[in-house]
């Protein structure tokens, strides 16, 4: 079933040719992206597929670590090759071979060699990630995996003012889920360009989903996000559209820096990781 | 976990009422609807679930038999229960009951009483039915098991052409799974009402899956359907727009009545059942 593209590398080889990948995934069967032993990950899983195509081990650097039941369609990957592996590889091949062993639940969108300055991690100057609702009495069956069923009525109108409060440069601490070997007294600041609830009328419109019920998004677009950080404001920004806290109290909350005054994190089958930008439009590498 | 409704119905009891659900389904875990011994069927699960709601075995008519692996939207469904057990039903609570043990994979949209002269399958004027097809040189893991991946470019304006010829009422056989017990001499005429394709953009707009590519949606209404009609046509109207066919050859392999001149049929997971109508609009009951 693999296709072997290249050689095993003759030797240890001292000098490294980078690659990227654009990868797009339904995180539903995964425990999200970083490789965990024992687990199954979308690293995990993308990183032995490429060892079986390329004969080397690989270690993958990604834009934006998704967490367990996460999607993402444009994710945006890098990892080192043996040059005498890496110069001799197609990238067509490559991306034949990966997809024939990983597709559908992960499909490689583009892969080829990128310059040693680029990093998947840290070029990246912005990252766009959505969130997917399902408001109305029941759940839709074909949207169970990709959105959050929500059976409270939701004010939008409330809900989109509250996300007004989020754009600018803030310490977004009580939003985020500390990481380990840090103190709640660091701030977390992050800038956020863009957050902005809409209607998915298309969707209904072309009869799509014409659930009983509305299907909201949430899309949000910054320089970095910190742990759970999208899940955490849109279980936030869900409460006020439920009337169960006011959308001025967004900028109070993020005031405060304490994670107890943020609602619980919204379920991780919602999101999804939109794309990654470089400075020069998605997924584009530094020339 | 399962709410007691109502109590076993005191003896045999001659008088029976009839009841109708409207269900969601996403099939890909089933297979099909109709209860087969030892599979796991929509309809099966559907009657396990309301017999443990109300304490009596039930058989279950439905609208449109979906095979393996198709979803439905408004799938309507009804049964007949003893009077005495029936008419003490709360709909509400049945519902809440029957979503509890399914859902999401099998969601009931509503539930409650209809006159007996109410059949889900008689009584239905017409069936609409849209069938996904993601064009492009990759799959879409969040449509995988919604949609049909078609690499090949697609021509759209060959394919709305070839399905204008569709429209009107026809000897569908070349376009059906012969039923068992039948011949291929008998006619199968079905009337089409309406069947297009269109390129579903708003999708695309609100980036709800901005693929590499684009999403197809075929939406057809007929009457009634036979086995595997739709799938069979958008096979055949897949080829068209490869190239493969001509749109022209619809009519001529309509008047073949054979079987072999349709293309294979598409995969069951980009066919969705959408509504069925009573006359009075989608799953109104005759008065």
């Given at each position: 079933m693999?296709?072997?593209?290249?050689?095993?590398?003759?030797?240890?080889?001292p000098e490294?040719?980078?690659?990227?990948l654009?990868v797009a995934?339904d995180?539903?069967?995964?425990?999200?992206?970083?490789?965990?032993n024992?687990?199954r990950?979308v690293?995990?899983?993308?990183a032995?597929?490429?060892?079986?195509?390329?004969?080397?081990?690989?270690?993958?650097t990604?834009?934006?670590?998704?967490?367990?039941?996460v999607?993402?369609?444009?994710q945006?990957?890098h990892?080192d090759?043996?040059?005498?592996?890496?110069?001799?590889?197609d990238?067509?091949?490559?991306?034949?071979?990966?997809?024939?062993?990983?597709?559908?639940?992960?499909?490689v969108?583009e892969a080829g060699?990128?310059?040693?300055?680029?990093?998947?991690?840290?070029?990246?100057?912005?990252?766009r990630?959505?969130?997917?609702?399902?408001?109305?009495?029941?759940p839709?069956?074909?949207?169970a995996?990709l959105?959050?069923?929500?059976?409270d009525?939701?004010?939008?109108r409330t809900m989109?003012a509250?996300?007004d409060?989020?754009?600018?440069?803030?310490d977004?601490?009580?939003?985020?889920r500390?990481?380990p070997g840090?103190?709640?007294?660091e701030?977390?600041?992050?800038?956020?360009?863009?957050?902005?609830?809409?209607l998915?009328?298309?969707?209904?419109?072309?009869?799509?989903v014409?659930?009983?019920?509305?299907?909201?998004?949430?899309?949000?677009?910054?320089?970095?996000f910190?742990h759970q950080?999208v899940?955490s404001?849109?279980?936030?920004?869900?409460?006020?559209?439920?009337g169960?806290?006011?959308?001025?109290?967004?900028?109070?909350?993020?005031?405060s820096?304490?994670?107890q005054?943020?609602?619980?994190?919204?379920?991780?089958?919602g999101?999804t990781?939109?794309?990654?930008?470089?400075?020069?439009?998605?997924?584009?590498?530094p020339a």
């Amino acid at each position: 079933m693999t296709e072997e593209v290249a050689p095993p590398a003759g030797g240890a080889h001292p000098e490294v040719v980078r690659w990227r990948l654009r990868v797009a995934y339904d995180g539903s069967g995964f425990r999200g992206f970083a490789a965990q032993n024992g687990h199954r990950t979308v690293g995990g899983a993308l990183a032995d597929a490429l060892s079986r195509v390329t004969r080397v081990e690989v270690a993958l650097t990604c834009a934006g670590r998704t967490d367990a039941g996460v999607h993402a369609l444009d994710q945006v990957v890098h990892f080192d090759l043996p040059a005498a592996v890496g110069s001799k590889l197609d990238p067509a091949a490559v991306m034949r071979s990966l997809n024939r062993q990983l597709a559908p639940a992960i499909v490689v969108r583009e892969a080829g060699e990128v310059p040693l300055t680029f990093s998947a991690r840290r070029s990246a100057t912005g990252r766009r990630y959505r969130y997917l609702v399902v408001n109305g009495p029941v759940p839709d069956p074909l949207m169970a995996n990709l959105a959050w069923h929500v059976a409270d009525p939701l004010d939008l109108r409330t809900m989109s003012a509250a996300a007004d409060a989020l754009v600018g440069e803030h310490d977004f601490r009580a939003f985020c889920r500390r990481a380990p070997g840090t103190t709640a007294e660091e701030p977390i600041f992050r800038r956020v360009t863009d957050a902005r609830w809409s209607l998915v009328d298309g969707f209904r419109g072309k009869a799509l989903v014409p659930v009983v019920g509305r299907l909201l998004a949430f899309e949000i677009e910054a320089n970095a996000f910190c742990h759970q950080m999208v899940r955490s404001l849109v279980g936030t920004l869900v409460d006020v559209g439920r009337g169960r806290k006011r959308a001025s109290d967004i900028t109070w909350i993020l005031r405060s820096a304490d994670r107890q005054q943020a609602s619980q994190p919204a379920p991780p089958g919602g999101l999804t990781l939109m794309a990654v930008d470089y400075g020069q439009g998605p997924a584009c590498s530094p020339a």
